[in-house]
């Protein structure tokens, strides 16, 4: 629609006002705000997930646009996704949301200090930027203005700094935009990171069109002029040139009332340039007193109040020389050169106190003129106001400088980089349900050990409210899976079943992708099922790296399909699982099936058809699943359906041998869980257990085609204790020997592509 709608507008110029208005309009529309509101749209998404997020705690404008908007176009303009929040609406929510945390003069309140501290806890890294010496009232109180204010004022203001330098105490390095603002904030954090007020794309055409406006419109003749909007600009712009042009046009835009201060010290040359002059007009524009010594010339004298960052480079544009006066103060030190930009931008050339950020980047002679002393001051004014010539030299100069140095599209890498370098290493495992499993478990567990490890982690997954997860004392961040909502750079993402992969594959912002291999997860599908085939296409990837916790599984990978999986032992709760010795004699046992009675290969049918042959009055059956439910024809004295983790391991406790028929696993916990906790052991072997199943040692393994030997074995056990004993004490060793706690390093290691030994 858009762009049917820009043609017909097209076409209807072309008609009614030629070929050269078509071009005019054009030119400015690319430049223009239609380009600059699809960028502003990309920056403004809002994300489950981002790169950095600003909290601003500045009510002025000007400031937040340069060190929150301008440096959000800094970072876009090099792949890096950030968005703004007020301070006063921070939530806790944000901390799972982005990367990086940057507060901007941001005072210290009750929810600032617990963001923070949870941020932190979620190894994210905090940063607090600063733009002023408003951190420290040995600072602020040299600010004359300030004496002026009440002294309740003056309480609520220095209650405000006290609380800003609370905030910047509590992070881990700063922001800034001078050396001299740098220098003072290393007495407060150890790191500070120097990165200049620069001009934003949009700073830079309304420059460009201040200029055009002032040096092109004028001499554009009748047909080259289009509509009429343009045609009575051209005439407001001769009219107001033809007065201007009998005078020097002498600009100060003061900005806030503080700087009143700053021009009184001028006013010595301004009174004597104005008396010396006469064709010289003074221009104040923003919060400013007349000086009482200026009165005489107030009828030379133009005062505007603050003016609408849009609207600046068209008024700056119109005056010959910008004036930027500062005291050499250690406040003033730290202040940035936005004025000398500002005025570059729209070709005006700058005379500056020689202090701080204007001596570092004006090249005296060549890019402004500075100037320490009243002498140099009205030296300078009087050979601009003299030598036209040299104003349009030094206003050139700077304008190639600063178009080149000083905007958003030339200065970015610097700061992407010093964010980046700080960023921790996240991890993000993709979860298709956060249902209790073992394969579950795993994922997990994985994810406490990394972030104990002091890595960013979080699971990625849509099947519950997003709310977070807490295992072994460690809290996980959960989000939402919804891809075209994640904007932020993932450094690993882990795939943790087939059905994963296309959300790992199908986001881009990822530097490696990884898949956790639990299973052969084609045989969880019969023959003749769609999803046969799309699991085994899972295996087949050459761009991802492949881990897996079974030897089994990666011999398979290998061997099939030519992936050299990495491999990380599974390990066992220990903690949890405490041993009770059973006695079998002379009481009833229980025996314990598990598994989802859906699932073929978990073949829980085989167990009950075991259980069938089993003596009534002698055994109790327990059923334990998550998912399945008893069939009509089992024979289950007590069914469980989905227990808590945290309670499965009281549920072996008061059994006293599992009975686990499963066919295909890539490695089975409940044989293990059991061992843990001092039960028995009747397998029937499978390529998973057997990577710790010892028959006739931890466990008895029956053969799947003579269902009678696990019946066989369950009584050899109830019978013999020298058997229970061995079986005990082994099973005990085992389930000790897979301790989590056993492979943490490994885990570390493996996810973030380090070289494992042996």
């Not at 646009?65 to 176009?73: D, F, G, I, K």
């Not at 010594?293 to 005056?319: G, S, T």
């Not at 309670?647 to 089975?668: A, G, Q, T």
């Amino acid at each position: 629609m858009e762009i049917t709608r820009l043609l017909q507008r097209s076409i209807e110029t072309l008609k009614d006002e030629g070929a050269k208005a078509l071009f005019w309009k054009t030119k400015y529309y690319l430049s223009g705000t239609k380009n600059k509101e699809a960028v502003k749209t990309a920056m403004e998404a809002k994300s489950i997930f981002g790169d950095v997020l600003f909290i601003n705690g500045c009510y002025l404008p000007h400031p937040v646009r340069y060190r929150v908007a301008h440096q959000q176009e800094q970072l876009f303009a090099n792949g890096v996704i950030s968005e703004e929040v007020f301070y006063t609406k921070l939530t806790l929510e944000y901390v799972k949301r982005y990367r990086v945390f940057i507060f901007y003069r941001c005072p210290y309140t009750e929810m600032v200090g617990k963001f923070i501290e949870k941020a932190k806890s979620f190894h994210k890294v905090v940063l607090f930027d600063v733009d002023d010496l408003v951190i420290d009232t040995r600072y602020t109180d040299s600010i004359p203005y300030l004496s002026k204010l009440s002294k309740e004022e003056k309480k609520d203001y220095d209650n405000g700094v006290r609380r800003m330098q609370k905030t910047l105490r509590l992070c881990d390095a700063a922001i800034t935009t001078t050396e001299g603002m740098a220098k003072e904030l290393r007495n407060y954090v150890s790191e500070v990171f120097i990165n200049r007020n620069t001009a934003s794309d949009e700073m830079c055409l309304y420059s460009k069109r201040a200029v055009f406006y002032r040096d092109e419109l004028p001499f554009l003749t009748e047909d080259q002029l289009g509509d009429r909007e343009t045609r009575e600009r051209k005439e407001a712009v001769l009219k107001r040139q033809k007065i201007a042009s009998k005078y020097i046009k002498i600009g100060y835009f003061s900005g806030s009332i503080t700087h009143n201060d700053d021009i009184q010290m001028l006013l010595p040359v301004l009174v004597s340039v104005m008396r010396k002059y006469k064709k010289v007009h003074l221009y104040f524009v923003g919060e400013l007193d007349l000086p009482t010594l200026l009165k005489p010339y107030q009828n030379r004298i133009h005062c505007m109040p603050f003016v609408d960052w849009k609207r600046l480079p068209e008024w700056i544009a119109r005056v010959d020389i910008n004036l930027v006066p500062l005291r050499d103060t250690v406040f003033n030190e730290a202040k940035s050169e936005n004025k000398w930009v500002e005025a570059a931008l729209v070709k005006v050339p700058t005379i500056a106190s020689r202090v701080g950020a204007f001596e570092k980047m004006i090249v005296d002679g060549k890019t402004g003129i500075l100037c320490s002393n009243e002498d140099e001051w009205k030296a300078a004014l009087e050979q601009l106001i003299e030598h036209p010539e040299i104003r349009t030299q030094l206003a050139c100069n700077a304008w190639e400088f600063v178009n080149q140095h000083c905007t958003t599209i030339c200065t970015g890498v610097p700061f992407c980089d010093f964010i980046r370098s700080k960023m921790t290493k996240n991890i993000a495992f993709v979860l298709p349900s956060m249902q209790i499993s073992g394969g579950v478990q795993v994922v997990m567990k994985h994810c406490a050990i990394l972030k104990k490890a002091g890595y960013d982690v979080m699971i990625i997954n849509d099947n519950t409210g997003n709310e977070n997860i807490w295992k072994d004392g460690e809290e996980i961040n959960v989000l939402s899976s919804k891809r075209d909502m994640f904007h932020g750079r993932l450094d690993y993402v882990v795939g943790t079943l087939w059905a994963t992969m296309d959300w790992v594959n199908g986001y881009q912002n990822i530097g490696e992708r990884e898949y956790l291999v639990q299973n052969y997860e084609t045989e969880f599908y019969e023959f003749g099922n769609f999803f046969r085939f799309r699991a085994n296409q899972s295996y087949s990837m050459k761009h991802v790296r492949y881990i897996t916790i079974s030897t089994w599984c990666r011999n398979w990978l290998k061997d099939a399909f030519g992936q050299d999986a990495a491999y990380v032992p599974n390990g066992l709760e220990c903690d949890m699982f405490h041993a009770k010795e059973r006695r079998l004699n002379g009481r009833k046992i229980r025996i314990l099936v598990e598994g989802n009675s859906e699932d073929y290969y978990k073949n829980v049918d085989e167990s009950f058809q075991i259980i069938d042959q089993l003596d009534p009055e002698k055994f109790e059956v327990w059923y334990m699943s998550y998912q399945g439910k008893p069939k009509k024809w089992y024979r289950v004295d007590e069914f469980l359906h989905q227990v808590p983790y945290r309670l499965v391991p009281d549920v072996y406790r008061k059994c006293d041998i599992l009975l686990k028929s499963s066919l295909l696993e890539s490695f089975s916990y409940p044989p293990l869980e059991m061992m843990a906790t001092g039960g028995y052991v009747v397998v029937r072997p499978n390529d998973g257990n057997q990577e710790y199943l010892r028959d006739g040692e931890n466990c008895i393994l029956y053969d799947g085609n003579n269902l009678h030997s696990a019946v066989d074995a369950i009584y050899k056990i109830v019978e013999e204790e020298a058997l229970q004993k061995k079986l005990f004490v082994n099973g005990l060793a085992t389930a000790k020997g897979r301790d989590w706690k056993n492979y943490e390093k490994e885990i570390t290691k493996v996810y973030f592509g380090e070289e494992q030994e042996g």
